[in-house]
């Protein structure tokens, strides 16, 4: 776990400024997100500033970036020594536990830094997820609730919110939640299939296969590589007894995804009450070699 010692209380982000070109122009090409070049950048930088906090701060951040997190935790704790990180460092190191799974020191750090700065909206809905994989439901409702508050009609942590309750075995909660991002992100300009598809599931368990097509539909059309949305899909019409049309759906799901047993046995049921016996038989060979433990009977 990363050592982090010192932190002061309400010190603001670091400032990353210089007069130095190569470090400017390291910060620059993180603005356009061209990681590489800016680690190459820091690197050339530090080699003749190895104290240099900032550098260390701006090269952790960029690794962070790069899906680096152990490289980019070892450079947190770097710069760490040379001037106390501020709440979105902290940010940042409780993402990089977050990639490397580690939930808990991932928790530990995201509360310090909103320990150091309780508005950052952000920072809460992360903290939300977090609890959220841990299967911490409540707590993770009051973070998005809190999320909410400081980012008003953010789509995602209402979706969140929506995942969260229904973490809870609370479905009309859930719903509600999914209804109302839904209804906030069609005044934006940028839409989410994330919404659509949780609600369209939800709908679907509620035994509501017509109220969940146009939701899912809408889906597909933002994200046609979603292997979930096409699972979706492929559960509402083998309901509505569509089987061309759900053989189609799960085996666009099974391209997308074919490492899944479960997505493998779906299709398999369909062939089967499609007569197809043979297709059915190596989808269900796929379940076993895949260490699934579905049964083909």
Same mark, same amino acid.
């Given at each position: 776990?990363?050592?982090?010692?010192?932190?002061?209380?309400?010190?603001?982000?670091?400032?990353?400024?210089?007069?130095?070109?190569?470090?400017?122009?390291?910060?620059?090409?993180?603005?356009?997100?061209?990681?590489?070049?800016?680690?190459?950048?820091?690197?050339?930088?530090?080699?003749?500033?190895?104290?240099?906090?900032?550098?260390?701060?701006?090269?952790?951040?960029?690794?962070?970036?790069?899906?680096?997190?152990?490289?980019?935790?070892?450079?947190?704790t770097?710069?760490?020594?040379?001037?106390?990180?501020?709440?979105?460092?902290?940010?940042?190191?409780?993402?990089?536990?977050?990639?490397?799974?580690?939930?808990?020191?991932?928790?530990?750090?995201?509360?310090?830094?909103?320990?150091?700065?309780?508005?950052?909206?952000?920072?809460?809905?992360?903290?939300?997820?977090?609890?959220?994989?841990?299967?911490?439901?409540?707590?993770?409702?009051?973070?998005?609730?809190?999320?909410?508050?400081?980012?008003?009609? =953010?789509?995602k942590?209402?979706? *969140? !919110? +929506?995942?969260a309750?229904?973490?809870? /075995?609370? %479905?009309? #909660? &859930?719903?509600a939640?999914?209804?109302?991002?839904?209804?906030?992100?069609?005044?934006?300009?940028?839409? =989410?299939?994330?919404?659509?598809? *949780? !609600? +369209?599931?939800?709908?679907?368990?509620? /035994?509501? %296969?017509? #109220? &969940?097509?146009?939701?899912?539909?809408?889906?597909?059309?933002?994200?046609?590589?979603?292997?979930?949305?096409?699972?979706?899909?492929?559960?509402?019409?083998?309901?509505?007894?569509?089987?061309?049309?759900?053989?189609? #759906?799960?085996?666009?799901?099974?391209?997308?995804?074919?490492?899944?047993?479960?997505?493998?046995?779906?299709?398999?049921?369909?062939?089967?009450?499609?007569?197809?016996?043979?297709?059915?038989?190596?989808?269900?060979?796929?379940?076993?070699?895949?260490?699934?433990t579905?049964s083909?009977?």
């Open positions: 776990m990363l050592t982090l010692t010192g932190v002061a209380p309400g010190r603001a982000q670091v400032q990353w400024k210089a007069d130095d070109a190569t470090l400017l122009q390291a910060n620059d090409a993180i603005e356009r997100k061209q990681w590489p070049e800016a680690e190459r950048l820091v690197r050339t930088y530090l080699g003749n500033h190895a104290t240099s906090a900032q550098a260390h701060y701006l090269l952790a951040f960029t690794l962070f970036r790069e899906d680096r997190p152990k490289e980019s935790l070892a450079e947190y770097n710069a760490a020594r040379l001037q106390n990180p501020s709440a979105l460092d902290l940010r940042w190191v409780a993402l990089d536990y977050v990639l490397l799974h580690a939930y808990t020191d991932a928790h530990t750090w995201m509360v310090k830094s909103l320990e150091l700065n309780p508005n950052d909206g952000e920072s809460w809905y992360s903290l939300g997820r977090i609890q959220y994989t841990e299967n911490r439901f409540a707590e993770a409702i009051t973070s998005f609730n809190k999320a909410l508050v400081l980012m008003p009609q =953010s789509v942590a209402e979706d *969140n !919110l +929506g995942l309750y229904e973490g809870l /075995n609370q %479905p009309k #909660e &859930a719903m939640a999914y209804r109302q991002a839904i209804a906030w992100q069609k005044d934006k300009p940028d839409h =989410s299939e994330q919404p659509l598809l *949780n !609600l +369209g599931v939800l709908l679907l368990d509620d /035994n509501k %296969p017509d #109220e &969940a097509l146009p939701l899912l539909q809408e889906a597909e059309s933002l994200s046609p590589k979603n292997s979930k949305i096409h699972a979706a899909l492929g559960r509402l019409y083998r309901a509505k007894d569509d089987l061309a049309r759900a053989q189609t #759906e799960f085996e666009q799901a099974v391209a997308l995804d074919p490492d899944s047993a479960g997505l493998h046995f779906q299709l398999g049921q369909v062939y089967r009450k499609e007569g197809l016996a043979t297709l059915a038989a190596t989808e269900f060979q796929k379940v076993s070699s895949l260490g699934g579905h083909s009977e």
